[in-house]
């Protein structure tokens, strides 16, 4: 069973909005912080926005007051709302679970999705 399976990519203008999907299995949803991650061409991996099973959430400055993390628990969901896309946010999205707890370092997010992609023009 695939743990994590991303969603909602696609390509996009500057301005316009996204929402990205993740489906988790019950054992990666329920791990204390589920979190979102991008890569751009030739660039690391960077998180974007993190949350944890308590609801509090956290920001990369370059989202903040664009993008917003939730979670439907009734179906194990997390989402990524990204409003007034910028092209500089074109990236490979990728949903990842920690059980230590919310940090930015990819290195405390062992389980990862395969990734979708979102692509921004100017």
């Known amino acids: 069973q695939v743990p994590l399976v991303e969603s909602g990519g696609g390509s996009v203008q500057a301005g316009g909005s996204l929402r990205l999907s993740c489906v988790a299995s019950?054992?990666?949803?329920?791990?204390?912080?589920m979190a979102w991650f991008r890569q751009a061409p030739g660039k690391g991996r960077e998180g974007v926005a993190t949350?944890?099973?308590?609801?509090?959430?956290n920001y990369a400055e370059s989202v903040k007051g664009r993008f917003t993390v939730s979670r439907d628990n009734a179906v194990n969901t997390l989402y990524l709302q990204m409003n007034d896309l910028k092209p500089d946010d074109t990236a490979m999205y990728y949903c990842?679970?920690?059980?230590?707890?919310?940090?930015?370092?990819?290195?405390?997010?062992?389980?990862w999705g395969q990734g979708t992609q979102v692509t921004v023009s100017s």
């Open positions: 990842a679970a920690s059980a230590v707890g919310c940090q930015w370092s990819e290195a405390y997010f062992p389980d």
């Open positions: 019950e054992a990666f949803y329920s791990k204390p912080c």
């Open positions: 949350t944890s099973t308590y609801g509090a959430t």
